[in-house]
């Protein structure tokens, strides 16, 4: 049992759907990302997603680039990633944490050696953007044999013949990609997110939590209504970029976990 | 893995898309089904006798192909040592290796029923390219550029446009070609039902590297039989040579030669104002790493981190911190060597094509140009080199211009010192 499937198991025992928020690691500065990273299990954030920044980031929108710029232009790196984790974990031992990112940062550093650092760092799993089943050699098998967990998005162009593929080595959670899209785009709709759901929760016993294009605590609430969860990113990004303070952020965080809580 | 343990070199790559460990399919899920799907209609058209009678018949009335293979005899003369021949690949429809490429994509795209077309371009050739076969075929282009690129290649943003395509500009990160391929990377992940993404160079995810390279290769199989016509049955090229940005025209005239030993086969990478560790350059080979970008595991420009780092070069084209992975694979096994050549070394033989052969060449020939001015003194005269002239250089007077202190604006003209 990882810390997030711990978190599920007690999520499920007291009737709620998970809040999952995503931050970019050193946005906009170190110290800043850290203050705002210690406030969101109060907040009310079930996992957090922490990013870690990339010059290159293919999947994601105007405002996950410019914070990853920010990190990246503040000094950010890898290394730096993983302190703030473990800096985050001496003060709290049960919010996982899932590093989210692409894989040329990791393979840099080589795949044996991350792994026993992210672990040590006390991260809980990966989500790696660019790594595809077809690619599970490089990452995904050797993390979780390393005890990490592998988080895999499914889209709205994974059809049910793929969708085992997907599956079949995916653990804690399935994250769900509501839109064909970048991170930040279209708004997610609940009427059709449903039975897209429905269709890969019929393929597996993991929980399914929905990310991409949910910027509202209205949305959050109807999204998680329809899964087992719901993660916002940019919209919190957005706020960061545009300098709002760290408790006025996590207001936000606040009221986005409020929304799918009461779902 | 030495050289002499593989038995050929043509058979890559493996059902995974790779290239010993380079090539691959790096992609966020939504694109997964749809590379899957182009490789399934690749691997079908690619054995489809009509798809091949649609490019031969297109490649002849349209680009104008066979490219002449030309016997430079006061080049050959002027370096005193081997006999100097350039694949005329410049006399394209378009001015450029690009449109061989562009071609074989597109009529693929209709066969798949794609009616909205996207590229990235850098110097705006592949831009052109793309722009161009969109036009005659009726189909919806949009093209990402560099913000850069935009304001230093005015003319062929003016050409695209003309053509009908719509050129975005893409201030993204640094707004250079990299960032271009991230944003149509994005467009194609947003709007994966209706659209095909026309990669213009030998890397990205599997399938591309390696249908890039086929559709490229006529310009090796062309060079074949011409220099047999020319130089009696059976006689081979001494020396294969190439500049490299991503690395398409090289592959496509280095594939047809790779399982025939005797035939040296060699990269020119630009060296921007030299290969150090300023990363002033474009060298991916002679200065990078192995990493993964674009959807491949080739070799980077990069830092510490992993983070990718820009190139510099005064050739738009060659201005990518990227490298095919094939070529990656080339250069491990040993099979092909990479040097590189200065911005400055290239501007030399810019202006030595034009004065022994009256061809003004791209800066990216320029490039491999200046590495036959090195060796082709020292070998003997029987010694056949047989260099791409990839791109006419047309697209590449206002820089020639400005580094040799000539103003263009200037209506009177001003003589050259």
Known sequence: MTRIDDTFSRLKDNGKKAFVSYVMAGDPDYDTALEVVKGLPAAGVDIIELGLPFTDPMADGPTIQLAGQRALEAGMTLQKTLDMAAEFRKGDDTTPIVLMGYYNPIYSRGVEQFLADAKAAGIDGLIVVDLPPEEDDELCIPAQAAGLNFIRLATPTTDDKRLPKVLQNTSGFVYYVSITGITGAANAEAGDVGPEVARIKAATDLPVIVGFGIKTPERSEAIARVADGAVVGSAIVEKIGAGESPADVLAFVKSLADGAHRA | ?417
């Not at chain 2, 850069?148 to 500009?169: C, I, K, S, W, Y």
């Not at chain 2, 025939?260 to 104002?273: F, L, W």
């Not at chain 2, 009256?358 to 001015?373: K, M």
């Open chain 2, 1 to 417: 893995m030495a050289e002499d343990l593989i038995n050929s070199f043509m058979t890559g790559p493996d059902e995974g898309g790779r290239f010993g460990k380079f090539g691959g399919r790096f992609v966020s899920e939504t694109l997964m089904p749809l590379i899957l799907d182009l490789e399934a209609e690749y691997e079908k058209a690619k054995t489809d006798d009509s798809f091949w009678a649609e490019m031969d018949d297109l490649w002849k009335h349209y680009v104008g192909r066979p490219s002449p293979l030309y016997y430079a005899e006061r080049l050959t003369e002027r370096l005193g040592g081997a006999k100097i021949y350039l694949k005329r690949d410049e006399l394209n429809h378009t001015g450029a290796h690009k449109i061989n490429n562009v071609l074989g994509q597109i009529i693929l795209a209709r066969r798949m029923g794609k009616t909205r077309i996207i590229a990235e371009t850098g110097a705006g050739q592949h831009g052109v390219a793309t722009a161009t076969v969109c036009a005659k075929f009726g189909l919806k282009c949009i093209v990402y550029m560099g913000a850069h690129d935009v304001e230093r290649q005015a003319p062929n943003v003016f050409r695209m446009r003309l053509l009908g395509a719509e050129v975005v500009p893409v201030t993204s990160g640094r707004g250079t070609l990299k960032d271009a391929m991230n944003d149509a990377l994005r467009d194609w992940v947003t709007n994966v039902r209706d659209t095909f993404y026309c990669i213009g160079t030998v890397a990205g995810p599997h399938p591309y590297p390696a249908m890039v390279r086929d559709f490229q290769s006529i310009i090796g199989k062309e060079v074949r039989w011409q220099l047999a016509a020319q130089e009696g049955e059976g006689r081979l090229p001494d020396t294969v040579i190439a500049a490299i940005g991503g690395g398409s025209n090289a592959m496509g005239l280095f594939f047809p030669f790779l399982d025939d030993k005797s035939v040296r086969i060699i990269g020119v990478e630009a060296g921007g104002k030299g290969v150090d560790d300023k990363f002033e350059h474009c060298a991916s080979l002679t200065g990078g790493r192995p990493g993964v970008l674009h959807g491949n595991r080739t070799y980077l420009l990069q830092d510490g981190d992993g983070q990718i780092l820009e190139g510099f070069s005064i050739s738009a084209g060659l201005d990518y911190p990227g490298i095919g992975p094939e070529h990656s694979w080339l250069h491990e096994t040993g099979r092909a060597e990479y040097v590189s050549i200065t911005d400055k070394e290239a501007l030399a033989a810019f202006q030595l094509s034009c004065e022994t052969e009256g061809i003004i060449p791209a800066l990216e020939p320029s490039h491999a140009l200046a590495h036959v001015q090195k060796i082709a003194p020292e070998l003997p005269a029987d010694h056949i080199i047989v260099m791409n002239m990839c791109g006419r250089g047309d697209k590449d007077i206002f820089t020639v211009a400005k580094h040799l202190g000539f103003d263009m604006s200037d209506t009177e003209g001003r003589e050259m010192e």
